[in-house]
């Protein structure tokens, strides 16, 4: 059975770091590109980040770009996401989200729980 | 790509016949995906590729459309269907999705 759970999420101030973990099992995690995607409370679905699953194509959206860095141990079966220089606007539940092998068109077929991300003073 | 999702929301029954409309600001071949979330789950993956439904979605679910306009269309809306559906496109990054639909009793 497939299963991402992500942690990490928290209360930050802005300007602040944090990094969100996704520990994936029961799928060959590094034959698979990952995502990252955030839901602002009581808001749509915000694509944030995306990673092939060598490391080699790597896409963030504009409003994180420069700020947020995705990452992968597939040695670990995890996936990471870096969020420094944090907003308020950030606050959000955050995704992980698996698509199988390198079909990004394919859409994303699992994803974790979600971890909430607080960005206030 | 804006991708414009209508009804914002609406009102059903079960056993109604239900459909859901994705339009994007241009064309993305058959690149789009349906997402169904429940209050406080992650989405769950519907359809892909337009119209190839999920492995474990019930057949009442069906998706179609390519370019620029595309539907959900629920058969016969069940009590578990109550839900809110996305679109999302994955023609070209950054993938988009939809504003989302809320389907209420």
């Known amino acids: 059975e497939v299963q991402l759970v992500e942690s990490g999420g928290g209360l930050v101030k802005p300007g602040g770091s944090l990094r969100l973990s996704c520990a994936a099992s029961g799928f060959s995690f590094s034959s698979d590109s990952m995502n990252w995607v955030r839901q602002a409370p009581g808001k749509g679905l915000e694509w944030v980040s995306s990673t092939s699953s060598g490391s080699d194509y790597i896409y963030y959206a504009d409003s994180v770009k420069g700020r947020f860095t995705i990452s992968r141990d597939n040695a670990k079966n995890s996936l990471y996401l870096q969020m420094d220089s944090l907003r308020a606007e950030d606050t959000a539940v955050y995704y992980c989200a698996r698509t199988p092998n390198e079909d990004f068109w394919s859409g994303y077929w699992n994803w974790g729980q979600g971890t909430l991300v607080t960005v206030s003073s | 790509i804006q991708l414009t999702q209508s009804p914002s929301s609406l009102s059903a029954s079960v056993g109604d016949r239900v459909t859901i409309t994705c339009r994007a600001s241009?064309?993305?071949?058959?690149?789009l995906a349906w997402y169904q979330q429940k209050p406080g789950k992650a989405p769950k993956l519907l359809i892909y590729?337009?119209?190839t439904l999920q492995r474990g979605v019930p057949s009442r679910f069906s998706g179609s459309g390519s370019g620029t306009d595309f539907t959900l269309t629920i058969s016969s809306l069940q009590p578990e269907d109550f839900a809110t559906y996305f679109c999302?496109?994955?023609?070209?990054?950054?993938?988009?999705f939809g504003g989302g639909t809320k389907v209420e009793i």
């Open positions: 241009q064309g993305i071949s058959s690149f």
């Open positions: 590729a337009a119209s």
């Open positions: 999302q496109q994955l023609h070209v990054f950054p993938p988009t």
